[in-house]
């Protein structure tokens, strides 16, 4: 995979890395990186390589389109919320999951 992403000559591009996931109590409402309160049911992630409001398809078990809307202490490619998660993997358990992103803008 490449080492960077997300820049706008980067539409298009497809990366693979780990994924995790993130939500519950702990993170519900709490403003994230963009300034929004976090809902853990929208199909959001946390990356520390692409800009915040890009736009990506993530591929595991399906296929999710999900923005970027914070960052956090990991690194890892995205800790994807818990909605986003649950909807590639079809689980309730946290985990940790090889992905392929691709970079729509």
């Not at 000559?9 to 497809?14: E, F, I, M, P, R």
């Not at 995790?20 to 409402?29: A, I, N, V």
């Not at 999900?66 to 994807?80: A, M, P, W, Y």
Request: hydrophobic residues 40%.
């Amino acid at each position: 995979g490449a080492s960077s992403a997300g820049s706008p000559d980067n539409s298009g591009l497809v990366f693979q890395g780990i994924a995790t996931w993130y939500g519950g109590k702990l993170f519900d409402g709490k403003p994230m990186a963009n300034g929004q309160p976090f809902n853990p049911w929208a199909y959001t992630a946390a990356s520390n390589s692409y800009p915040l409001g890009t736009r990506v398809v993530v591929r595991y078990e399906a296929e999710v389109e999900v923005v970027i809307t914070d960052r956090g202490n990991f690194k890892h490619l995205l800790d994807l919320s818990q909605g986003a998660f649950h909807a590639l993997v079809k689980s309730n358990e946290p985990g940790v999951i090889s992905v392929t992103v691709r970079v729509l803008e």
